[in-house]
């Protein structure tokens, strides 16, 4: 009777997912704060769930997950967007191509690349 009455102050989802030993209780459990912290819970995480669904679906991790793991996210947001336009390999090649006609019976591959990387930055 003691676990009937545990039973109906604890809240009916919780109860059913405690029985059936899918108890997930995310709200109980801390937030890492270090890098390390969080690379080992995303370890952790990885072996739970299967290997390669993390790998093949990231976004959708991220997006479940990126509360649990605010320092991981922000460096997938970084590395996992793609850009939607190619002005920046664009402007890259134009620029090379400018001054590579301009200069290319004077200048060496090597200077050829540090008159690009100048150009590009002024």
Known sequence: QG???????????RW????????????????PTSIAGEIALYSS??????AIALKSEPLSFWSKHGDELPLLKELASKYLTTLGTSVPSE????????????ESAR????????????????
């Not at 995480?45 to 299967?50: D, E, G, S």
């Open 45 to 50: 995480m990885a072996q739970k769930k299967n």
């Open 16 to 31: 059913f997912l405690r029985l059936t030993g899918q108890e997930n209780s995310s709200e109980s459990k801390q937030k």
């Open 91 to 102: 402007s890259a090649f134009s620029v090379a191509g400018f001054v590579g006609r301009k």
């Open 3 to 13: 676990s009937t009455s545990s039973r109906k102050s604890e809240d009916p989802m």
């Open 107 to 122: 200048l060496t591959a090597k200077n050829l690349s540090y008159l690009v990387f100048l150009k590009d930055k002024i």
